[in-house]
């Protein structure tokens, strides 16, 4: 499908929720073999003269999420669920400097979703001292899940006090905390998005709370 004749294609980096363009680098035959067989992105260092798997060492990893190719079969464009920064800078992105002379885009608006769960997966590899993340992914499972359940809780207290500031921003503390739960067992937004996809294409109803969730 590509031709590796000359030895190497770029690869333009996109982040499949925000679609801003996170980096480009370069892959050969092998390192493009390695991504579509872990599904993680997989490049070859023109300097290094060396394969290398993005954020192997840093734990800013990008989860393939779709593969796209130009119309000359010489230009990847793959888009990625992306566990923290792109750039060695701590940046999101590597095109974060403008051309003197030229202006700034306008910044768009993030889908705070992708934005909280990109802070919190970013929180496990870097931790940040008095972080109330890192306070919560270093107890574990058992007091992130107290967590969630006494925010549930909380928002059905709200409720059946028909306080709707009151249940938003219970609701708002129960979102965060099942994003550090996600985060804690390796569960991305995209994952989520998916299940709920299916179950939105599905027809008909069935009685019972389960099916019937599954089903709308």
Sequence with gaps: MFEFSKGLIPAIIVDIHSKDVLMLAYMNEEAYQKTLETKETWF??????????????SGNR????SIQFDC??????IYVEPSGPACHTGKTSCFYRTVPGFSEPNEKETDIFNKMMTEINDRKVNPLENSYTNYLLSK???KIGKKVIEEAGEVI?????????EMISECSDLFYHIFVL???????????E??????FAKK?????DRQEIKNW
């Design 44 to 57: 070859y260092s023109r300097s290094r003269q060396s394969l290398w798997n993005k954020g192997a060492t």
């Design 62 to 65: 990008q989860k393939v999420q």
């Design 72 to 77: 000359d079969a010489d230009t990847l464009l």
């Design 140 to 142: 574990g499972i058992d």
């Design 157 to 165: 207290i709200a409720a059946k006090n028909d306080d709707p500031k």
């Design 182 to 192: 996600m985060a804690e067992k390796n569960i991305s937004l995209s994952e989520i």
């Design 194 to 199: 998916e299940e709920l996809k299916n179950r």
């Design 204 to 208: 008909g109803n069935s009685k019972g």
